[in-house]
C-alpha cells in the first residue's frame, strides 16, 4: 500500500518543481534527487508489497513503514513551503509589502528550511535503500514467485464497454420462492426467517430481490429494513427500526408516538401493535443477547408479522422458551452451471460463451467454491488478463492456497491489480463505513480530485477519469451501486462485508484513513485523514490540535427540532448508548463551541477536505477559514449554518462549496471571483448579478434569482455542465435564451420559473450535449413549437404545466429520450386527462413515472416499445390507468416474475384491459 502513498507525491514534487521552478533553483537538485530516489522505490514496491501478506516479513514491513514516513515527511514540507509563500490569505493591500519581503529574506528562510527538511529526507531514504540491499529485500525471484503477471490497471483511463453495475441473482430460484411463501404464508403466528451463509454468500441480496418487492411489501401494513452496525446496543438497534418505521408518519404523528419518558421498546411496540408487519434485520453483528431483547421487543399477535434476519449462524439459547415460529433459509456455494454463468456474465456481459475456456469455468467453481463474492471478484480480476498465459498464473497461485484461505487470496489479488491511484480511491470508501459505506457518485469523484488523488491525462479531465475509475471497481466486484438515479446520484458501497474489513485493515495499516469511533481515538498528531463516527461524542476529536491532518469527514443524522420535552429514554435505565446516538429522538442539542471549529482551523493548515454533516458549528463559519490556503472541498451541510464569512474569498484552490440542506441563502460576493471554482450546490441561494471569470466552473446547483433575470452572469461561466435556478422574478426570454446557448458543454438543466421560454427545445446551434431537462411551470408560446432540436435528451421531467397534444407529439419524436416523469402539478389538455401512448411516437423510453397527477396513461399495445419500468406513485395510483394485455412490458413481466404479473393483472386500481378499439 505504500506505494499508493509516494505515487501521488511523485507528481506533487514534479508540479512543485515545474511551478516554482526559478524561485527554487537553489534547492531543485535536492528535490529531482528525492523524485527519483522515490520514483525508484514506487517501482520496487510496487512488486514487492505481494510479498508482505504472503510471506509474513516483519523486515519488509519495516522497510514500507519506513518508506511511507519518509513519503509523509516530504509531503509536509512541500505543504508547509506552499503555505509560506502563499499569500492570498491576506489583505489585498498588504499583499505587495508582503510579496516585496518575501522576495527577499523571508523568501530566503522558507526555501533554506525546506531544503534542509529535503536533505534530511533524502538521507532517510539513502538509508532505507542501503537496509533493503543489506537485508536482500530486493530478491527478483522471491517477488516474482509471488505474482508473474502485471497489474492490469496501468492502462486505468479507458473506459468500459459493458455495465455490470445492476447485481444479478444467478441460481437462487429456490431459495427465493421459499421465502417468499414463508412471508406470505397464512399462518397468523408471527414467524421468524433466518437467513444464514458465510459472508459473500449472497444473503443480502437473496432478501433485498424478495423482500424490497412491491408485490410483497404491500401485504404488509408497515415494514422496515436495518443494518445493524458492530456493537450497536438494543436500544440503538429498536431506535434504527422506529426511525425506518416512522418515513411514512407525519411530524404530528411522530410526536404524538414519541411521548415524553416513553422508553423506544413501548413506542415500537405501541407502532406496530395491531399490525401486520415486515422487520428484515441485516444482523451479522449482532450478538444473542441483542438478539433476545429485540425479538421480544417487537409485538407477538397473530397478524401474520414476519421478521427476517440475516445471519451467519442461528442464534442458539440455552433454557429459552421461543413466543415465536422459526424457519431457516440456508445458503450454499453456487453449483457449477450457476457459478459459470454468474461468472461469464461478469466477464463477458452478453456475449456467447467460448467451448476453449470450459477448462477454466471448472477451475472457476473449484477455486471459489462456488461463492458468489469470490466468483464476482475473480471475474473482475480477470477481467483485462491476457488469455490464456496470465490466466494460468493467476489460477495456479490460487490453487496452490489453502482452500479456507482463498476468498483472502482472491481480495489481496484484487487489490494489488489496482493501480497506485485506484488503490487510493478504493481505499476513500472507508471514510464511511459507519454509514453503511453509501457515498454519491459525484460526491466521490469531488472529494478525490480535492485529495490529489486524480490528474488530468490521456485528453480527460480529472473529474472524467474518476468516474472511468468509479466503473472499474464497479466491475471489479469491488464496489456495487445500491441504487438507482442518474449516473452523477447514484448511490455506492463497498460490495460485502468482506470487502469492508479488508478495505478498512488497509487504510489503517497505511495511516490512510482514521477512524474516531466507539473507544479508539487516533493520535492527533499524526492524523492526515479522519472519519468521525462516535455519535456518544461527536465534537471531542475536534477538541485537538491535528497538525498534519489533510481531511475531515463527519456525517451525522441531522437533528429534528422538537417540543421542550425530555428525552426519550431507551431499553434500561442504564442504557450503555445514550440517546445521542439517534439524535432525531433527542431533545437536547449538540452544540459545538464556535472556539472549538476555530481551534481546528487552527492547528490544522494542511487541510483540504473538510466535510461536515449533521452537525452543530453556529450560525457562521469562523473568519479563520481565510486562511485555508490548501482547502479544495468545503461542505457544510449543517441546519445552522446560515452565513459565510467574507474570508472564504481568499481560498485561491477552492473547488467544491457544498451547503446543501444549510440555512446559508447567499454567499459573499469575494467567493463568486475565486477562478478554481468547479462546483457550487446549495439550496436555493441568491446568484450574484455579477461574478469572476468562472472558467473552470462545472456545477452551479441549486440557486434562484431575487429580480428579473436575463441569465447575463452564465456567460462568465462559459463550461458550465449543471444548471439549477429558480427564477422568482420575470425571465427575459429572449436574452436568457440567447445567454443559455452558450453554453456549449451543459449536460443538465433544472429550470423553475411562470413562463418557461420554449426555444429551450428549439436552439438548434446549441444545448447539443443538454442528456438532463427538469421544468417547472408553465411554457410560453407552445403553439409556435416546430421540430425539437435536443438530440441527446435522454431523462425529462414536467411540473406544473399543461401538455397539449402537439406537444407530446413532438417529445415522441425525441430520438434518445428513455425516461419521462409527469410530476406534481401536470394536466394534459383532454377533458378526461387521458394521455394516450399510440405506436407512433417514444420508441426509445424505458422508464414512464406519473406522480401526483390526475393524468390517467394509456398504452396501446404498439405504444413504448422498450418499456422497462412504469411508475405509479401517490394519488396517481387511484386512477384507471390501462394497458393493453398484449404489450410488450406486460409479456416481460410475465416471463420474468409471473407472481408480480398475477398481481398487476389483478389489481384494477393499476391496470384494466383495452377490450374494444377507440
Not at 513551503?81 to 523571508?106: E, M, N, Q
Not at 396501446?860 to 387511484?878: H, K, M, T, V
Given at each position: 500500500?505504500?506505494?499508493a502513498?509516494?505515487?501521488?507525491?511523485?507528481?506533487?514534487?514534479?508540479?512543485?518543481?515545474?511551478?516554482?521552478?526559478?524561485?527554487?533553483?537553489a534547492?531543485?537538485?535536492?528535490?529531482?534527487?528525492?523524485r527519483?530516489?522515490l520514483m525508484?522505490?514506487?517501482?520496487?514496491l510496487?512488486?514487492?508489497?505481494?510479498?508482505?501478506?504472503?510471506?509474513?516479513?516483519?523486515?519488509?514491513?519495516v522497510?514500507?513503514r519506513?518508506?511511507?514516513?519518509?513519503?509523509?515527511?516530504?509531503e509536509?514540507a512541500?505543504?508547509?513551503?506552499?503555505?509560506?509563500?502563499?499569500?492570498?490569505?491576506?489583505?489585498?493591500?498588504s499583499?505587495?509589502?508582503?510579496?516585496?519581503l518575501?522576495?527577499s529574506?523571508?523568501?530566503?528562510?522558507?526555501?533554506?528550511?525546506?531544503?534542509?527538511?529535503i536533505?534530511?529526507?533524502?538521507?532517510?531514504?539513502?538509508?532505507i535503500?542501503?537496509?533493503?540491499?543489506?537485508?536482500?529485500?530486493?530478491?527478483?525471484?522471491?517477488?516474482?514467485?509471488?505474482?508473474?503477471?502485471?497489474?492490469?490497471?496501468?492502462s486505468?483511463?479507458?473506459?468500459?464497454?459493458?455495465?455490470?453495475?445492476?447485481?444479478?441473482?444467478?441460481?437462487?430460484e429456490?431459495?427465493?420462492?421459499?421465502?417468499?411463501e414463508?412471508?406470505?404464508n397464512?399462518?397468523?403466528?408471527?414467524?421468524?426467517?433466518?437467513v444464514?451463509?458465510?459472508s459473500?454468500?449472497g444473503?443480502t441480496?437473496?432478501?433485498?430481490?424478495v423482500?424490497?418487492?412491491s408485490?410483497?411489501?404491500?401485504?404488509?401494513?408497515?415494514?422496515?429494513?436495518?443494518?445493524?452496525?458492530r456493537?450497536?446496543?438494543?436500544?440503538n438497534?429498536?431506535?434504527?427500526?422506529?426511525?425506518?418505521?416512522?418515513?411514512?408518519?407525519?411530524?404530528?404523528?411522530?410526536?404524538?408516538?414519541?411521548?415524553?419518558?416513553?422508553?423506544?421498546v413501548?413506542?415500537?411496540?405501541?407502532?406496530?401493535?395491531?399490525?401486520?408487519?415486515?422487520?428484515?434485520?441485516?444482523?451479522?453483528?449482532?450478538?444473542?443477547?441483542?438478539?433476545?431483547?429485540?425479538?421480544?421487543a417487537?409485538?407477538?399477535?397473530?397478524?401474520?408479522?414476519?421478521v427476517?434476519?440475516?445471519?451467519?449462524?442461528?442464534?442458539h439459547?440455552?433454557?429459552?422458551?421461543k413466543?415465536?415460529?422459526?424457519d431457516?433459509?440456508?445458503?450454499?456455494?453456487?453449483?457449477?452451471?450457476?457459478?459459470?454463468?454468474?461468472?461469464?456474465?461478469?466477464?463477458?456481459?452478453g456475449?456467447?460463451e467460448?467451448?476453449?475456456?470450459?477448462?477454466?469455468?471448472?477451475?472457476?467453481?473449484n477455486?471459489?467454491?462456488?461463492?458468489p463474492?469470490?466468483?464476482?471478484?475473480?471475474?473482475?480480476?480477470?477481467?483485462?488478463?491476457?488469455?490464456?498465459?496470465?490466466w494460468?498464473?493467476v489460477f495456479?497461485?490460487?490453487?496452490?492456497?489453502?482452500?479456507?484461505?482463498?476468498?483472502?487470496?482472491?481480495?489481496?489479488l484484487?487489490f494489488?491489480?489496482?493501480?497506485?491511484?485506484?488503490?487510493?480511491?478504493?481505499?476513500?470508501?472507508?471514510?464511511?463505513l459507519?454509514?453503511?459505506?453509501?457515498?454519491?457518485?459525484?460526491?466521490?469523484?469531488?472529494?478525490?480530485?480535492?485529495e490529489?488523488?486524480?490528474?488530468?491525462r490521456?485528453?480527460?479531465?480529472a473529474?472524467?477519469?474518476?468516474?472511468?475509475?468509479?466503473?472499474?471497481?464497479?466491475?471489479?466486484?469491488?464496489?456495487?451501486?445500491?441504487?438507482?438515479?442518474d449516473?452523477?446520484?447514484?448511490?455506492?458501497a463497498?460490495?460485502?462485508?468482506?470487502?469492508?474489513?479488508?478495505?478498512?485493515?488497509?487504510a489503517?495499516?497505511?495511516?490512510?484513513?482514521?477512524?474516531?469511533?466507539?473507544?479508539?481515538v487516533?493520535?492527533?498528531?499524526?492524523?492526515?485523514r479522519?472519519?468521525?463516527?462516535n455519535?456518544?461524542?461527536?465534537?471531542?476529536?475536534?477538541?485537538?490540535?491535528?497538525p498534519?491532518?489533510?481531511?475531515?469527514?463527519?456525517?451525522?443524522?441531522?437533528?429534528?427540532?422538537?417540543?421542550?420535552?425530555?428525552?426519550?429514554?431507551?431499553?434500561?435505565?442504564?442504557?450503555?448508548f445514550?440517546c445521542?446516538?439517534?439524535?432525531?429522538l433527542?431533545?437536547?442539542?449538540?452544540?459545538?463551541?464556535?472556539?472549538?471549529?476555530?481551534?481546528l482551523?487552527?492547528?490544522?493548515k494542511?487541510?483540504?477536505?473538510i466535510?461536515?454533516?449533521g452537525?452543530?458549528?453556529?450560525?457562521?463559519?469562523?473568519?479563520?477559514?481565510?486562511?485555508?490556503?490548501?482547502?479544495?472541498?468545503?461542505?457544510?451541510?449543517c441546519?445552522?449554518?446560515k452565513?459565510?464569512?467574507?474570508?472564504?474569498?481568499?481560498?485561491?484552490?477552492?473547488?467544491?462549496?457544498d451547503?446543501?440542506?444549510?440555512?446559508?441563502?447567499?454567499?459573499?460576493?469575494?467567493?463568486?471571483?475565486?477562478?478554481?471554482?468547479?462546483?457550487?450546490?446549495?439550496?436555493?441561494?441568491?446568484?450574484?448579478?455579477?461574478?469572476?471569470?468562472l472558467?473552470q466552473?462545472?456545477?452551479?446547483?441549486?440557486v434562484?434569482?431575487?429580480?428579473?433575470?436575463?441569465?447575463k452572469?452564465?456567460?462568465?461561466?462559459?463550461?458550465?455542465?449543471?444548471?439549477?435556478?429558480?427564477?422568482?422574478?420575470?425571465?427575459?426570454?429572449?436574452?436568457?435564451?440567447?445567454?443559455?446557448?452558450?453554453?456549449?458543454?451543459?449536460?443538465t438543466?433544472?429550470?423553475e420559473?411562470?413562463?418557461?421560454?420554449?426555444?429551450?427545445?428549439?436552439?438548434?446551434?446549441s444545448?447539443?450535449?443538454?442528456?438532463?431537462?427538469?421544468?417547472?411551470?408553465?411554457?410560453?408560446?407552445?403553439?409556435?413549437?416546430?421540430?425539437?432540436?435536443?438530440?441527446?435528451l435522454?431523462?425529462l421531467?414536467?411540473?406544473?404545466?399543461?401538455?397539449?397534444?402537439?406537444?407530446?407529439k413532438?417529445?415522441?419524436?425525441?430520438?434518445?429520450?428513455?425516461?419521462?416523469?409527469?410530476?406534481?402539478?401536470?394536466?394534459?389538455?383532454?377533458?378526461?386527462?387521458?394521455?394516450?401512448?399510440?405506436?407512433?411516437?417514444?420508441?426509445?423510453?424505458?422508464?414512464?413515472?406519473?406522480?401526483?397527477?390526475?393524468?390517467?396513461?394509456?398504452?396501446?399495445?404498439?405504444?413504448?416499445p422498450a418499456?422497462?419500468?412504469?411508475?405509479?406513485?401517490?394519488?396517481?395510483?387511484?386512477?384507471?390507468?390501462?394497458i393493453?394485455?398484449?404489450?410488450?412490458?406486460?409479456?416481460?413481466?410475465?416471463?420474468?416474475?409471473r407472481?408480480?404479473?398475477?398481481?398487476?393483472?389483478?389489481?384494477?386500481?393499476?391496470f384494466?384491459?383495452?377490450?374494444?378499439?377507440?
Amino acid at each position: 500500500m505504500a506505494e499508493a502513498i509516494v505515487g501521488p507525491l511523485v507528481s506533487k514534487l514534479q508540479e512543485l518543481a515545474l511551478s516554482e521552478g526559478r524561485a527554487l533553483v537553489a534547492v531543485s537538485g535536492e528535490i529531482g534527487n528525492l523524485r527519483d530516489k522515490l520514483m525508484w522505490l514506487l517501482a520496487f514496491l510496487q512488486e514487492a508489497d505481494p510479498r508482505r501478506r504472503t510471506r509474513a516479513s516483519e523486515l519488509m514491513r519495516v522497510l514500507v513503514r519506513h518508506t511511507r514516513d519518509a513519503a509523509f515527511s516530504a509531503e509536509d514540507a512541500v505543504d508547509e513551503y506552499v503555505f509560506c509563500v502563499d499569500l492570498s490569505r491576506y489583505p489585498s493591500w498588504s499583499r505587495a509589502i508582503l510579496g516585496f519581503l518575501a522576495g527577499s529574506t523571508t523568501q530566503l528562510l522558507v526555501r533554506h528550511r525546506l531544503s534542509g527538511e529535503i536533505a534530511a529526507i533524502n538521507g532517510r531514504l539513502e538509508e532505507i535503500i542501503k537496509n533493503k540491499e543489506k537485508y536482500r529485500l530486493d530478491d527478483s525471484a522471491a517477488v516474482s514467485s509471488v505474482r508473474t503477471w502485471t497489474a492490469s490497471a496501468a492502462s486505468s483511463s479507458v473506459s468500459l464497454t459493458w455495465n455490470v453495475s445492476k447485481p444479478q441473482i444467478i441460481g437462487r430460484e429456490k431459495e427465493q420462492s421459499k421465502l417468499k411463501e414463508k412471508l406470505l404464508n397464512s399462518d397468523a403466528h408471527l414467524e421468524v426467517i433466518y437467513v444464514l451463509g458465510e459472508s459473500g454468500v449472497g444473503r443480502t441480496m437473496l432478501v433485498n430481490s424478495v423482500c424490497q418487492k412491491s408485490t410483497i411489501r404491500d401485504q404488509f401494513e408497515v415494514s422496515a429494513m436495518v443494518k445493524v452496525p458492530r456493537k450497536a446496543g438494543v436500544s440503538n438497534i429498536l431506535k434504527s427500526i422506529w426511525e425506518n418505521l416512522k418515513k411514512t408518519q407525519s411530524v404530528e404523528e411522530q410526536d404524538n408516538i414519541e411521548q415524553p419518558g416513553r422508553s423506544i421498546v413501548q413506542i415500537v411496540k405501541s407502532h406496530l401493535a395491531g399490525r401486520r408487519y415486515l422487520v428484515v434485520i441485516d444482523g451479522r453483528e449482532m450478538t444473542i443477547t441483542d438478539w433476545n431483547a429485540v425479538i421480544h421487543a417487537l409485538p407477538n399477535e397473530e397478524t401474520s408479522s414476519r421478521v427476517v434476519l440475516i445471519t451467519k449462524k442461528k442464534p442458539h439459547f440455552l433454557n429459552h422458551v421461543k413466543h415465536y415460529h422459526e424457519d431457516t433459509i440456508e445458503l450454499k456455494g453456487l453449483q457449477y452451471e450457476d457459478c459459470k454463468e454468474l461468472f461469464h456474465t461478469r466477464l463477458h456481459g452478453g456475449e456467447e460463451e467460448e467451448a476453449e475456456r470450459d477448462e477454466y469455468y471448472k477451475q472457476v467453481h473449484n477455486i471459489t467454491g462456488g461463492l458468489p463474492l469470490a466468483v464476482i471478484l475473480l471475474s473482475g480480476l480477470m477481467h483485462n488478463k491476457e488469455f490464456p498465459d496470465e490466466w494460468d498464473s493467476v489460477f495456479k497461485y490460487l490453487v496452490e492456497s489453502a482452500k479456507s484461505k482463498r476468498l483472502d487470496k482472491i481480495l489481496s489479488l484484487s487489490f494489488e491489480d489496482l493501480h497506485h491511484e485506484l488503490k487510493l480511491c478504493f481505499l476513500y470508501f472507508t471514510a464511511f463505513l459507519e454509514r453503511n459505506s453509501k457515498a454519491y457518485r459525484s460526491t466521490l469523484v469531488k472529494l478525490w480530485v480535492a485529495e490529489g488523488f486524480l490528474a488530468p491525462r490521456d485528453g480527460k479531465t480529472a473529474e472524467e477519469l474518476g468516474h472511468i475509475y468509479l466503473s472499474q471497481l464497479i466491475v471489479r466486484g469491488l464496489v456495487a451501486e445500491t441504487a438507482s438515479g442518474d449516473d452523477s446520484f447514484r448511490l455506492l458501497a463497498l460490495h460485502n462485508s468482506s470487502v469492508q474489513s479488508f478495505a478498512r485493515s488497509e487504510a489503517q495499516e497505511a495511516s490512510f484513513m482514521e477512524m474516531h469511533q466507539g473507544d479508539h481515538v487516533p493520535e492527533p498528531a499524526t492524523v492526515r485523514r479522519l472519519t468521525l463516527h462516535n455519535s456518544m461524542d461527536r465534537y471531542g476529536a475536534l477538541d485537538n490540535t491535528m497538525p498534519k491532518l489533510r481531511s475531515i469527514i463527519a456525517i451525522f443524522q441531522e437533528e429534528r427540532e422538537t417540543t421542550a420535552n425530555p428525552p426519550i429514554t431507551g431499553c434500561f435505565p442504564s442504557s450503555c448508548f445514550p440517546c445521542c446516538c439517534f439524535p432525531a429522538l433527542c431533545s437536547g442539542k449538540h452544540n459545538i463551541r464556535k472556539s472549538v471549529l476555530t481551534k481546528l482551523l487552527q492547528g490544522s493548515k494542511f487541510l483540504r477536505v473538510i466535510m461536515l454533516e449533521g452537525m452543530e458549528i453556529g450560525t457562521e463559519l469562523p473568519k479563520e477559514i481565510g486562511s485555508m490556503v490548501h482547502l479544495r472541498y468545503l461542505g457544510a451541510r449543517c441546519q445552522s449554518l446560515k452565513t459565510i464569512h467574507a474570508s472564504i474569498g481568499k481560498l485561491s484552490n477552492l473547488q467544491t462549496m457544498d451547503v446543501k440542506n444549510s440555512s446559508v441563502r447567499e454567499l459573499p460576493l469575494p467567493f463568486w471571483k475565486i477562478i478554481s471554482l468547479r462546483h457550487v450546490t446549495g439550496d436555493k441561494l441568491i446568484i450574484p448579478r455579477r461574478a469572476g471569470e468562472l472558467k473552470q466552473l462545472k456545477t452551479l446547483d441549486s440557486v434562484r434569482t431575487s429580480e428579473d433575470w436575463d441569465g447575463k452572469i452564465l456567460t462568465r461561466m462559459v463550461n458550465l455542465e449543471i444548471v439549477d435556478v429558480i427564477v422568482q422574478g420575470k425571465l427575459k426570454e429572449h436574452e436568457f435564451s440567447h445567454n443559455l446557448s452558450k453554453l456549449n458543454y451543459l449536460t443538465t438543466l433544472k429550470l423553475e420559473v411562470d413562463g418557461l421560454p420554449v426555444n429551450i427545445f428549439t436552439e438548434a446551434c446549441s444545448l447539443q450535449c443538454l442528456k438532463t431537462v427538469s421544468l417547472t411551470g408553465t411554457l410560453s408560446r407552445i403553439e409556435l413549437l416546430p421540430v425539437l432540436q435536443l438530440p441527446n435528451l435522454n431523462d425529462l421531467s414536467l411540473s406544473k404545466m399543461q401538455l397539449h397534444k402537439w406537444f407530446i407529439k413532438r417529445l415522441g419524436e425525441l430520438p434518445c429520450l428513455t425516461k419521462l416523469s409527469l410530476l406534481l402539478g401536470v394536466s394534459y389538455e383532454d377533458e378526461e386527462g387521458k394521455l394516450e401512448f399510440q405506436h407512433d411516437g417514444f420508441h426509445c423510453l424505458r422508464i414512464l413515472v406519473v406522480r401526483d397527477t390526475h393524468i390517467t396513461v394509456l398504452i396501446d399495445e404498439l405504444a413504448l416499445p422498450a418499456l422497462q419500468n412504469l411508475q405509479l406513485i401517490g394519488c396517481s395510483r387511484e386512477l384507471q390507468h390501462k394497458i393493453h394485455p398484449s404489450h410488450k412490458y406486460v409479456k416481460m413481466i410475465k416471463r420474468e416474475d409471473r407472481n408480480l404479473f398475477q398481481d398487476i393483472n389483478s389489481d384494477k386500481n393499476l391496470f384494466q384491459d383495452i377490450t374494444t378499439a377507440r
